[in-house]
């Protein structure tokens, strides 16, 4: 019998000795054992532009949470415009 597994996407980097950091701690209490898998683009990313960071926050399941009613607390009248004078 397999046990189920929860994924927890998030990034890092691999240093000179080879070692992982990741960018964020992550939300596991206690010491447990847990499996890795390294994934690699195949060509480097410089930097990701806002259209792709866009597209990964708003298809990752990871912000599924967001979508629930209780998370939807603000309205157009809350706050203050921001505009950006690039």
Known sequence: MTAKMKAIETTGIVDKQHHLHLDSPLPIMGTKRVRVIVLLPE???????EGEWLKASTTNPSFDFLKELAEDIYTL???K????KR
């Open 81 to 84: 415009p921001f505009h950006d």
């Open 43 to 49: 060509q480097p990313i410089e930097e990701w532009n």
């Open 77 to 79: 009248k809350d706050g």
